[in-house]
């Protein structure tokens, strides 16, 4: 049986389908030509992640306005048609291997560099730069002509052969600026309110859509947070997915921003770090859309990523049924059992009673673990093919656990004394492992993210 249904299957990505759920994320390469021309390594690189699998494979930074902006010498210029041999070559080798090509588009804002650009430094707000060059704020005028310029860039991509493209609107760079109340201080219609702050992004997505078509599909990348003080956060990030729900194809859930070195740590992160890291931020915005696909990135080297769930056995319990799928009616068939023996009077021995009372606690702590899991983790909880109302859930829980406390009262009162002796050292037992548990602290859990 295939473990992870959802991420081999396909899916609709705007007007696409893409072969499974994975996606390779953008990497720039350092050996473009100086022009920033895609070299044969490049192709060769990106063939290899197209023939690995991948559905999606992301060509690495793109500059879509070299007039008012260039961050680096590893840009791919696509505001120059130049450009354009090497983009075909680069596309069609990743197509070749059945998976779509994509070309993350960039403006640098307040990170271009006198290096490679000798123009105004441009930032939502005036001030000093993160190189030490003061930011020239910029204007409306400006801003709608770099909108023009993200509509323009994705135009010649898609004449390169790109079937989609991401727009990079986190990690600091120009977007992310004017969504982060530490770059952005404006007062116009630009500035302020979340709404505001996101306006230059959903421009250059109506943008793009006007000049490439309805049906191609739009990824943004953006930082769930940016871990800062004073800058903005998860809450604020969900909020604009909802912005963005129906509109944008597909969202990209990073973290983070270049302009405080210490969030690089996820940003990027090392092998030491938890596997799916940032899976957090996907999660959380994903409740957040609707219509929008999300795909969460970040030490993402396997399926199955972990989880911390802050529980103990309970928690473990819930984890074991749901995630293996333990079906319900045959806990409730236990659970019957159990009650055969007071009920047809049977001749119970210590043995006999004491496992229908381990059987009823058991059952109760099933239903009561798989209760607390819909709401700790909804996302192994939708998985499950059991589903049942927490109603349910929480109805069979309360039963359980009152005719638990039943049975052991009316068994106590047919017991003989060592049949006593011995319930109470299960029933101690018992308690003991599961104070154990709870003072252990967390219970770490493999849960599939597929979905996120
Ligand atoms: C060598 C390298 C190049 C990268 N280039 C880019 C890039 O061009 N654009 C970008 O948005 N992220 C870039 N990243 C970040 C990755 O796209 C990705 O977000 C990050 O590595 C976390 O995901 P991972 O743990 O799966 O690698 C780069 C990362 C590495 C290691």
Redesign the pocket.
Known sequence: MNPYPHLFSPVRIGGLTARNRIES????MGDLTPEGYLTRENVAAYEVKAGGGAAIVTI??SNVHTKTGKAHGRMVPLDDDEVLPSLINTTDAIKHHGALASI?LIHPGRRANPRYYDGPIYGPSAGMGPLGVPVTELDEEHIEEIVEAFGDAAEMAKLGGVDLCMV?A??GWLLHQFLSPLNNQRTDRFGGSLENRGRFALLVLENIKKKCGADFPVEF?ISGSELTPGGFDLDDMVAFAGMLDGKLDLLNV?DGTFHVPSTNTT???SMFLPHGCNAYLAAAIKKGVRHTKVAA?????KPILQACVDGWLPSGLGVLTVKHKIPYVILTLLYLESLAPIFFEFNISTIGNMAVILNNVLFALVCFSAVRLTTRVPELWAQSRFHVSTGTLKFWSVLGGVATLGQTLLLFSVLKPYEMVGNGVVLVTAAGYAVMRKRSGKVHMEISYEEA
């Open positions: 994320a953008p990497g720039s690495g930074e993350e990079h986190g990690h990348r990073s940003m990027v992160p990135l970040g030490w993402v080297t």
